[in-house]
């Protein structure tokens, strides 16, 4: 329920309707439903239906595919956090023989590890997982198709193992790992690893002709962590709004960020496409803005839930048709729809409570070597460091709590700052990964490397 507050307003609400009017009629779907996510909460749903009289409401259940590979990271990043396994790690420690184990566990969550796309034969989207009965029938004789690390190359194989390796470490199936651990804490109650009424069926639509036919739905068995689950626009409202901010009873808001950071080497194609994987997430750059999220579909079934971040406007499409309306299109036009239309009102200036003098004193200009920087604290208690003019090395740095700081974007990311003071106390220079920054270009007083030429600056004279 939203609030007179959080309401869209009329013009908003048509114009998101008249989206996926558009593309429920054009893209032939026999139903789509939709939702909207700002501030944590649902603000709009909608949906259209080739069964007159009838639409799908925010509790129907449509199969989301691939989406369930977002769903599975997270219960692999839930046991980073919690110390039993590393991404850096390979397979092998903890999951052996598999014949992919050199393969790290972050190379699979962000599809760098070079495994084949798909299992071998048939078709496993529509045949039953009991064709597929161990990870040896979905990996094949030949599991590794490029070099590891050194490509992105999806592979719905890779997060069969993923799966496989949850299920080891808590020695639970991945299907009651994902519902304790995920979907009750984030009350996700309609979404499932089979259909539960009420539900959508799956369909075909004839490329040439208004007539559909049913597709199969069938049990995945253990590819199941690559593409299982159902689930509604309601839930998945829910799961966007965890994907932007956390919940320290699944996952903290430092992981979900780090699960919407590239991770993957990018070819040419998906730097034109502004096409990054991250850590079960995927990041597109549409319309000026930066979308993480992920698509999904199986036969029948076509799924996408995003989110701009910086915009708070996250969105979810569910479609029961193999081919038609594009997804990841009508979300990304549903975000900036309301983006344009309802720009995020921002919270109110706040100034800090309380500040250390030694940080204090860092502020203000600073200079490496002749490039002006600024240097600022901010009321999250952040340092950020920008050019002052023209573009240039940026970030933000969190504090270590020992005078010390760590970037946290860009080229300074993970780089160690640190204030470096005379003997009087007072600070003579920034050591930022072994660059100087000094309180005047080349400053004589400061042991700026290569020393500062003792005839100081001239005319050319």
């Given at each position: 329920?939203?609030t007179?507050?959080?309401?869209?307003?009329?013009?908003?609400?048509?114009?998101?309707?008249?989206r996926?009017?558009v593309?429920?009629?054009?893209?032939?779907?026999?139903?789509?439903?939709?939702?909207?996510v700002r501030?944590?909460?649902?603000?709009w749903?909608?949906a259209?239906?080739?069964?007159?009289g009838?639409?799908?409401d925010e509790?129907?259940?449509?199969?989301?595919?691939?989406?369930?590979k977002?769903?599975?990271a997270?219960?692999?990043l839930?046991?980073?956090?919690?110390?039993a396994?590393?991404?850096?790690?390979?397979?092998?420690?903890?999951?052996p023989?598999t014949g992919?184990?050199?393969?790290?566990?972050?190379?699979?969550?962000?599809?760098?590890?070079?495994l084949a796309?798909?299992?071998p034969g048939?078709?496993?989207?529509?045949t039953?997982?009991?064709?597929?009965?161990?990870l040896?029938?979905?990996?094949?004789g030949?599991p590794?198709?490029?070099?590891?690390g050194?490509?992105f190359?999806?592979s719905?194989?890779?997060?069969?193992?993923?799966?496989?390796?949850?299920?080891?470490l808590?020695?639970?199936?991945w299907?009651?790992?994902?519902?304790?651990?995920?979907?009750?804490p984030?009350?996700l109650?309609?979404?499932?690893?089979?259909?539960?009424?009420?539900h959508?069926?799956g369909?075909?639509?004839h490329?040439?002709?208004?007539?559909i036919?049913p597709e199969?739905?069938?049990?995945?068995?253990?590819?199941?962590?690559?593409?299982?689950?159902?689930?509604?626009?309601?839930?998945?409202?829910?799961?966007v709004?965890?994907?932007?901010e956390?919940?320290?009873?699944?996952?903290?808001?430092?992981?979900?960020?780090?699960?919407?950071?590239?991770?993957?080497?990018?070819?040419?194609?998906?730097?034109?496409?502004?096409?990054?994987?991250?850590l079960?997430m995927?990041?597109?750059?549409?319309?000026?803005?930066?979308?993480?999220?992920?698509?999904?579909?199986?036969?029948?079934f076509?799924?996408c839930?995003?989110i701009?971040?910086?915009?708070?406007?996250?969105?979810v499409?569910?479609a029961?048709?193999?081919?038609?309306?594009?997804?990841?299109?009508?979300?990304?036009?549903?975000?900036?729809?309301?983006?344009q239309?309802?720009?995020?009102?921002?919270?109110p200036w706040q100034?800090?409570?309380e500040?250390?003098?030694?940080?204090?004193?860092l502020v203000?200009q600073?200079?490496?070597g002749?490039h002006a920087?600024?240097?600022?604290?901010?009321?999250?208690?952040f340092?950020?460091?920008?050019?002052l003019?023209?573009?240039?090395?940026?970030?933000?740095?969190?504090?270590n709590?020992d005078?010390?700081w760590?970037?946290?974007?860009?080229?300074?990311a993970?780089?160690?700052?640190?204030p470096?003071?005379?003997s009087?106390?007072?600070?003579?220079h920034?050591?930022l990964?072994?660059f100087v920054?000094?309180?005047?270009?080349?400053?004589?007083?400061a042991?700026?490397?290569?020393?500062?030429?003792?005839?100081?600056?001239r005319g050319i004279?």
């Amino acid at each position: 329920m939203t609030t007179p507050e959080e309401e869209l307003l009329p013009g908003t609400r048509r114009a998101l309707l008249h989206r996926i009017a558009v593309a429920q009629t054009e893209g032939r779907a026999p139903s789509l439903s939709a939702a909207v996510v700002r501030g944590g909460k649902a603000v709009w749903t909608g949906a259209r239906t080739s069964v007159e009289g009838h639409a799908p409401d925010e509790n129907v259940q449509y199969r989301i595919g691939s989406i369930t590979k977002t769903f599975t990271a997270v219960l692999v990043l839930r046991l980073r956090e919690e110390g039993a396994l590393d991404l850096s790690d390979p397979l092998e420690k903890h999951l052996p023989d598999t014949g992919a184990g050199e393969v790290t566990i972050a190379e699979l969550l962000s599809h760098s590890g070079g495994l084949a796309a798909e299992t071998p034969g048939p078709w496993w989207e529509r045949t039953p997982g009991t064709l597929r009965p161990g990870l040896t029938d979905v990996l094949g004789g030949r599991p590794l198709l490029h070099p590891k690390g050194r490509r992105f190359h999806y592979s719905n194989p890779g997060y069969a193992l993923l799966g496989a390796l949850v299920e080891k470490l808590r020695g639970t199936p991945w299907e009651e790992a994902l519902r304790g651990e995920v979907l009750e804490p984030l009350g996700l109650r309609r979404t499932s690893v089979r259909p539960e009424a009420p539900h959508a069926g799956g369909w075909a639509v004839h490329p040439w002709a208004d007539v559909i036919l049913p597709e199969p739905l069938e049990d995945l068995g253990v590819m199941a962590p690559a593409g299982q689950l159902w689930s509604t626009t309601g839930d998945l409202g829910r799961f966007v709004a965890f994907l932007a901010e956390g919940d320290e009873r699944v996952l903290s808001a430092d992981a979900v960020r780090e699960m919407r950071t590239p991770a993957t080497p990018v070819e040419a194609a998906d730097v034109a496409d502004g096409y990054a994987y991250c850590l079960g997430m995927e990041l597109r750059h549409q319309d000026g803005r930066a979308l993480a999220g992920h698509t999904g579909s199986l036969p029948g079934f076509l799924a996408c839930l995003t989110i701009s971040v910086a915009d708070d406007v996250g969105a979810v499409v569910l479609a029961n048709c193999t081919s038609g309306p594009a997804p990841f299109m009508v979300a990304a036009d549903l975000v900036r729809i309301v983006a344009q239309a309802e720009p995020r009102i921002p919270a109110p200036w706040q100034p800090l409570r309380e500040v250390d003098p030694a940080v204090l004193e860092l502020v203000g200009q600073w200079y490496w070597g002749t490039h002006a920087c600024a240097l600022r604290l901010s009321a999250d208690g952040f340092l950020s460091l920008e050019p002052l003019s023209g573009s240039g090395r940026r970030s933000r740095f969190r504090s270590n709590g020992d005078g010390t700081w760590v970037g946290l974007e860009g080229y300074y990311a993970g780089e160690l700052l640190k204030p470096v003071r005379r003997s009087d106390g007072q600070v003579s220079h920034l050591d930022l990964g072994s660059f100087v920054f000094t309180r005047r270009p080349y400053d004589e007083e400061a042991p700026v490397p290569g020393g500062v030429d003792p005839e100081g600056w001239r005319g050319i004279g």
